[in-house]
């Protein structure tokens, strides 16, 4: 079992900064294959759930939705298991619950290429 636990969600206004952790426990990631991904998802009221973006753990490699890029940055600490969402110039439609999420054999895009996923961290951006 891998669990996944977000933090860092809160209140700010619009054109403010947060970071969102997201550390993994459990099963450890040393013998984890080499396309195994971490990222991380949004779901606002009355959306589906949407991809942000996420991180291919071994590599390093990162993958953004296009109304992401330029403003989230996505990282990863592998001593300790864990990746960080920084979002920067937040706009009111980031507001959403954000989940963090790992696959197990590298899906980037789709909520149906993940294995786990945490239980959310709520992020509202006021205008």
């Known amino acids: 079992q891998v669990q996944l636990v977000e933090s860092g969600g809160g209140l700010v206004q619009a054109g403010g900064s947060l970071r969102l952790s997201c550390a993994a426990s459990?099963?450890?990631?040393?013998?984890?294959?080499?396309?195994?991904?971490m990222g991380w998802f949004r779901q606002a009221p009355g959306k589906e759930r949407e991809f942000v973006s996420a991180?291919?753990?071994?590599?390093?490699?990162?993958y953004y939705a296009d109304s992401m890029k330029g403003r989230f940055t996505i990282s990863r600490n592998t001593a300790v298991n864990t990746v960080y969402l920084r979002m920067n110039n937040l706009k009111p439609e980031d507001t959403a619950i954000y989940y963090c999420?790992?696959?197990?054999?590298?899906?980037?895009?789709?909520?149906?290429?993940?294995?786990?996923w945490g239980r959310g961290t709520q992020v509202t951006v006021s205008s």
């Open positions: 459990g099963r450890t990631f040393s013998s984890a294959s080499s396309n195994y991904a």
């Open positions: 999420a790992a696959a197990r054999r590298g899906g980037i895009y789709d909520v149906s290429q993940y294995d786990y």
């Open positions: 991180i291919r753990w071994s590599a390093g490699i990162t």
